[in-house]
């Protein structure tokens, strides 16, 4: 055992992930073998992949694998990205037709280097998803394209059904943990979302040492941006190098959390320590 993994602080009961099984993620896993299909759902190590692929929902990540930020609680790889594929699109689309998959989830790196920041390449990979897979339902998890609504129009423009883009935690906590994002422009690109028509979509993390009042506030600051879903989950540092956990909300709290959003106007909200931003993803398009 490595000393990074005896360093780890030992996980509360409730965050015991069950083994993935189930006919439909078998099928789903050896597809993803098989043709050597790049997923989030196993790249990231989602605790909720055995449920997501036998609900035919999984997660993608286009423009590379090399982040231009360096935010502190993520596990993605941070430095000069490598020029965009152009048979990318072409790609998803494919890999998605091939899992048959009900609904799928996008999401990509930050593309800072890029004149259009990776806009064109979005749409383009909307377009020949929604082309080759008339019936599949699409959510789209953007960066922040640098609050420029003209970019985030462009993906609008394509017609996701869900474009979600995730305020990561409370304001307080923003500029210790985002390395480049602003707590008022993310809620700025929540904004010009709803403005679209499109379902607008967000999630926080907890337990990086956030408040209750915070929380809600996040809440309403949400919903006063147009925001219709919310997702809230448990942090988990990726490495000893990233943020330490601060506590390991009980799952109490994050039931307390659902039943408050809802309340308070949310179309959905999924809270629990498992839960990340693409879970249950194919119900959030009715919202």
Excluded at 73 to 78: L, P, Q
Excluded at 144 to 163: H, M, T
Excluded at 205 to 215: A, R
Excluded at 259 to 275: A, D, R, W, Y
Aim: hydrophobic share 35%; charged share 25%; glycine share 6%.
């Amino acid at each position: 055992m490595t000393d990074e993994l005896k360093n780890r602080p030992r996980l509360p009961r409730w965050m015991k992930m069950k083994m993935p099984k189930g006919e439909n993620y078998s099928r789903v896993k050896n597809l993803v073998n098989k043709h050597e299909l790049h997923t989030i759902c196993t790249s990231g190590n989602c605790p909720n992949i055995g449920d997501c692929w036998n609900r035919g929902t999984a997660t993608f990540m286009i423009l590379g694998e090399i982040c231009t930020r360096n935010c502190k609680f993520c596990g993605v790889k941070t430095g000069k990205p490598l020029p965009p594929d152009s048979n990318e699109p072409k790609r998803i689309a494919e890999s998605i037709k091939l899992m048959q998959l009900k609904h799928a989830v996008i999401t990509s790196v930050d593309r800072d280097d890029l004149p259009d920041l990776g806009a064109a390449i979005w749409a383009e990979t909307i377009r020949e998803v929604k082309k080759l897979n008339p019936d599949t339902r699409l959510e789209v998890l953007i960066p922040d394209f640098q609050g420029k609504k003209e970019l985030i129009e462009i993906v609008a423009s394509a017609k996701p059904d869900v474009i979600s883009h995730n305020l990561e935690t409370t304001e307080r906590l923003t500029p210790s943990i985002r390395s480049a994002a602003k707590y008022k422009r993310s809620l700025d690109v929540i904004s010009t979302i709803n403005e679209t028509g499109l379902v607008a979509k967000s999630g926080i993390m907890l337990g990086l040492g956030e408040t209750e009042v915070e929380v809600l506030q996040t809440m309403d600051d949400l919903l006063d941006a147009g925001c219709k879903v919310m997702t809230i989950g448990q942090y988990l540092a990726p490495t000893i190098s990233h943020l330490p956990v601060k506590e390991y909300i009980h799952p109490d709290q994050f039931e307390k959390y659902r039943t408050i959003g809802l309340e308070k106007g949310f179309s959905f909200v999924e809270s629990h320590p498992l839960v990340r931003s693409s879970y249950r993803a194919e119900i959030h398009v009715t919202a």
